[in-house]
């Protein structure tokens, strides 16, 4: 369940980001009023988060189970930490428009947030997964030192197969 919870996450977000950044670019593309250099770099910035998220993605599909985490935890923090920086330039971009803030950078923020720890619970929850144990070693020994116990008895009390021959 891993692999799957943070590999999903992470591609919802490439796919959101990437329509952001395909959005933004249509309109600095069109040349529109309203378009300017800051929609430009935000299309590119959110390009980029897009991209971080989906490393982020092919790197946790891509670890083997038992190996170590092979940096995917450190893309995901980078990939989190962009996406809160592109969303805090998209609301400071809507704001100093002159247009109110949309209401859905905040849900985007509370939704990135909420990802961020379910991502980081799961790499916790992996990480403490016991390992198997292997006891045929300790068992054995006992095993072992019990049958050496018990040979030491029955010689110290001359009790054993040849005893009831010689009795006879």
Known sequence: ??????????VYWTVVFALAASGAGTLSAAGLEQAGLGDATLAIANALVAALFLWTAIATWARVPGAPSGGYDDVARVAFTAASLVLSAAALVEGLGGEQVSP??????AALAASYLVIRMEERAGEQEPAVVDYSYAVARRLAVGAAHGSMLSRLTRRGPDTAENEG
Not at 1 to 10: D, E, R
């Open 1 to 10: 369940m891993h692999k799957i919870l943070i590999t999903s996450l992470s």
């Open 104 to 109: 859905m950078i905040g849900i985007k923020f």
